[in-house]
C-alpha cells in the first residue's frame, strides 16, 4: 500500500473545469490510476474530515488566490508536498479569475463592498506568485494530453517501486 | 402563546433577515407545530448544547459550509454558506463584444458550462433576432443530452450512491461484492458516454468550443454521431438499474414549509425550450421569469437566494418532474411505469431518482434525434447584425432553471448582464430543509456525527453547485 502514488485534488478559486476533467479523465483510466494511486485528500471523490493535511508526493492544484486564508492553505499545501502541480488556467496564469484585477475605476467601485465584507485580498494571484511552483499544466481547462504525459510519468516511478 | 414567541425568536436570527412580511408569518408557522418537543429534551437531556461546523462539505460542486449552534436541544441558530470567493462575471463581460461573451461565462461552472454557454447563446440570439437552424437545435439537444447524461452521472454515482451504500466514496466499494463492482464499472462507463457525446458534438464536454452564436463554428461527421447510438444503447440497462437503487432507496425529507417546484416545460422535455411552469399552476414566459424571481440577500453567504413571487422555491429534476412527468420520451416512461406515480414528490431525496430518470429520458431522446439525422449540412453560423436591445435566455440546466438577460448596446456589446442560477433559487429552500432535518434528528435524540453526516447527505441530495452560485452577483449590502 505504501508504495501507492500520494496524491492530493485541490480547488481555490475558479470554476472546477480542471477536477471535471480529472474526473472524466478517470473514465478510461480508473483501473490503473485506482491501483496506484492514494488520493489522500480529494474533497470531489470522497468526505475529508481531515484536521491536519497529511504528507503528499504530489499535489494538484487547480484555482488562483483570493483571499488571505486561501494563500494561507496553498502554503500548507505546499510544505506538506514533494511536488505542488498547478492545473489550469487560473492557478498557472491566473486568468480568468483575476479579472477583477484589471476592472476599471467604476467596476472596482462596485464590487469594493463585497471585497471589504468578506476580506478578499487587493489582487488575485496565480499560485507562483505565493509558492513554488514544480510543474504547470496550463489550459481552460488543462491540457489533458499534457496532464495524461505527467501522469504517465509519475504512474512509471511507482511502477519501477512495485515491480523493480 | 408565550413560549411559542420564545421559540420564534430563537430561530435562526439569520434567517430572520431574510423574511419578508409575509414570508415570516410562514416561517412562525413552519417553527409551531412541535409544543412537546421542548420538553420532551428537557426530561430526557440534562445537557444538549454543542456546535456543528463543516468547513468544506464534501463530494458537492464547489465550497459550501454549515455552522448549527444547539442549546439545549434546540436549534438556536443555523448557517449554510456558499463560501466560493467570486469572480465578478456580471461586471466582467459589460463592454465585451457579443461573440465572445458565451465563451467567457462558460467559465463560471466547470461542470455544466455548456448550460451556461447555450443559455447566454439563447439570450443573444433572442435579443438580436437570430433563429437558429433546425440543424443547430438537433446539434443543440444531442449536446445537452450529453451534458445531462455526464452531469447527472457525476452527481448520482460519485457524490449521491456512497450515502446509499454508507460509503465515503465510490472509490471505497467492494470489487468483491458484484454489484458494487458493476457500480464502480457503471459510473465509468456512464460518465464516458455523456462525455462522448459532448466530445463529439461540441469539440469538449467542458466549456465546447464549437456551439456559438447564430449556429455551429465547426460541425460533427455524420458517422461520428451515429457511432454513439450503440454506445447510449448499452449503458441503458445501467440506468434502469441506477433507478431502481434510488426508487427503492428509503431516505425521506418533505419539507413542512410550503414550497414552490418550478422547471421549463416542453413537448419533448429537451431542457432548451419552452414555458415555466410551476407547482401552484403558475405560467409564465421565459421573458417575464425574471419579474417573478425575488433576489433574497443572505448576510453570511457569498451569493445571494431566490424566492418565486414570494414563495419558498425549489428547482431541478425533482422540480421537472413535478411540472412536466409526461413530457419524458415514450420510451422512458414505458421503461419507469412502475416508479412514475412517485411524481410529484415532495421528498427531497427523489431529486436523484428524478436525475436518473432524467438520464435515462437524454439516451432515449439522444437516440431518437441520431436515428433521424440523415446529413449534417454544411452551415455556417447564422450572421449577427448588432443592434440595442435585451435578450433573456432561459434553459433548464442540470441542477435547474438557468436565466440570462442580456443588455445589448448598438454596436453588440454587453451594457450590462444578470444571471440566476439554480442554486441561487435553491438555497433559501436548501437552508430550511437542513433546519427541519436537524430539528427531526434532534427529536429522535441522535448524536452529533450522525447529524453531520444525515445533513451532508440531504445537501448532496440537493446537489447544489456552489460555482455557479457565487460568481456573478450583484450584491447589495444595507
Not at chain 1, 127 to 146: F, N, Q, T
Not at chain 2, 59 to 87: M, P, Q, V, Y
Not at chain 2, 228 to 253: D, N, Q, V, Y
Not at chain 2, 407 to 419: A, L, P
Request: charged share 25%; aromatic share 8%; with cysteine.
Amino acid at each position: 500500500m505504501d508504495k501507492k502514488l500520494r496524491v492530493g485534488w485541490f480547488s481555490f478559486t475558479c470554476c472546477e473545469d480542471s477536477t471535471i476533467l480529472f474526473i472524466e479523465l478517470l473514465n478510461q483510466n480508473y483501473q490503473e490510476w485506482l491501483r496506484k494511486i492514494d488520493f489522500i485528500h480529494a474533497r470531489i471523490l470522497r468526505k475529508d474530515d481531515s484536521q491536519e493535511l497529511k504528507e503528499m508526493d504530489v499535489a494538484f492544484v487547480e484555482g488562483a488566490i483570493s483571499s488571505r486564508s486561501q494563500e494561507q492553505k496553498l502554503k500548507r499545501i505546499r510544505k506538506k508536498a514533494k511536488m505542488l502541480i498547478a492545473v489550469g488556467s487560473c492557478a498557472v496564469t491566473g486568468a480568468p479569475s483575476n479579472q477583477r484585477n484589471f476592472f476599471n475605476r467604476n467596476q472596482k467601485e462596485e464590487i469594493q463592498h463585497i471585497l471589504d465584507k468578506f476580506k478578499y485580498q487587493e489582487r488575485v494571484f496565480k499560485l507562483s506568485d505565493l509558492v513554488k511552483v514544480d510543474k504547470e499544466i496550463p489550459g481552460c481547462p488543462m491540457d489533458e494530453h499534457k496532464f495524461l504525459a505527467l501522469m504517465k510519468n509519475l504512474l512509471a516511478d511507482i511502477d519501477g517501486k512495485l515491480y523493480g | 402563546m408565550e413560549s411559542r414567541a420564545d421559540r420564534g425568536a430563537a430561530f435562526n436570527s439569520g434567517f430572520l433577515l431574510l423574511l419578508s412580511g409575509t414570508l415570516q408569518e410562514k416561517c412562525i408557522h413552519f417553527q409551531g407545530g412541535e409544543a412537546s418537543l421542548f420538553e420532551f429534551f428537557m426530561h430526557t437531556h440534562d445537557i444538549g448544547d454543542f456546535d456543528i461546523s463543516l468547513k468544506e462539505i464534501s463530494k458537492i460542486e464547489g465550497h459550501a459550509s454549515l455552522d448549527i449552534k444547539i442549546r439545549k436541544n434546540r436549534i438556536e441558530d443555523l448557517k449554510f454558506s456558499i463560501t466560493e470567493w467570486k469572480r465578478f462575471y456580471t461586471q466582467a463581460i459589460r463592454g465585451k463584444p457579443v461573440t465572445a461573451v458565451p465563451q467567457m461565462v462558460d467559465r463560471i461552472c466547470g461542470t455544466c458550462s455548456n448550460a451556461h454557454l447555450l443559455c447566454c447563446i439563447e439570450a443573444i440570439e433572442k435579443g438580436l433576432n437570430i433563429m437558429p437552424s433546425s440543424q443547430t437545435m438537433l446539434l443543440r439537444r444531442l449536446l445537452y443530452y450529453g451534458l445531462i447524461i455526464r452531469d447527472h452521472a457525476l452527481h448520482l454515482y460519485i457524490f449521491a450512491l456512497p450515502d446509499v451504500y454508507g460509503k465515503s466514496s465510490i472509490l471505497d466499494f467492494d470489487e468483491n461484492d458484484p454489484m458494487q463492482h458493476e457500480l464502480l464499472h457503471d459510473t465509468f462507463a456512464v460518465k464516458e458516454v455523456g462525455n462522448r457525446l459532448s466530445i463529439v458534438v461540441g469539440g469538449r464536454a467542458v466549456h465546447a468550443p464549437y456551439p456559438a452564436v447564430g449556429g455551429f463554428l465547426k460541425l460533427p461527421a455524420l458517422e461520428d454521431v451515429k457511432a454513439l447510438k450503440p454506445k447510449l444503447l448499452e449503458i441503458r440497462p445501467k440506468i434502469l438499474k441506477l433507478i431502481k437503487i434510488f426508487a427503492e432507496m428509503p431516505f425521506e425529507l418533505a419539507l413542512k414549509a410550503p414550497l414552490t417546484f418550478s422547471g421549463l416545460v416542453s413537448e419533448d422535455f429537451s431542457f432548451l425550450e419552452g414555458l415555466i411552469q410551476t407547482s401552484a399552476g403558475d405560467v409564465v414566459e421565459e421573458k417575464d421569469l425574471g419579474q417573478h424571481l425575488d433576489a433574497v440577500i443572505i448576510p453570511y453567504s457569498h451569493a445571494r437566494g431566490f424566492k418565486f413571487d414570494g414563495s419558498l422555491l425549489m428547482v431541478g429534476a425533482l422540480a421537472r418532474l413535478h411540472v412536466s412527468k409526461f413530457k419524458l420520451h415514450p420510451n422512458t416512461l414505458k421503461s419507469i411505469r412502475d416508479y412514475l406515480g412517485i411524481f410529484p414528490s415532495n421528498n427531497i431525496y427523489h431529486n436523484n431518482l428524478a436525475q436518473a430518470i432524467e438520464i435515462l429520458h437524454a439516451i432515449d431522446a439522444s437516440m431518437e434525434l441520431i436515428d433521424k439525422l440523415e446529413a449534417v449540412k454544411p452551415e455556417r453560423p447564422a450572421p449577427i447584425k448588432p443592434r440595442k436591445s435585451t435578450g433573456i435566455g432561459v434553459i433548464e440546466a442540470p441542477r435547474g432553471t438557468l436565466y440570462y438577460r442580456l443588455d445589448i448596446t448598438s454596436e453588440g456589446k454587453i451594457k450590462e448582464g444578470e444571471i440566476i442560477v439554480p442554486t441561487g433559487q435553491n438555497q433559501i429552500a436548501m437552508e430550511r430543509g437542513i433546519y427541519e432535518l436537524v430539528e427531526n434528528l434532534l427529536e429522535k435524540g441522535t448524536h452529533r456525527e450522525e447529524i453531520v453526516y444525515e445533513v451532508e447527505k440531504l445537501i448532496r441530495a440537493f446537489d447544489p453547485c456552489m460555482s455557479c452560485a457565487a460568481h456573478f452577483l450583484r450584491v447589495n449590502w444595507q
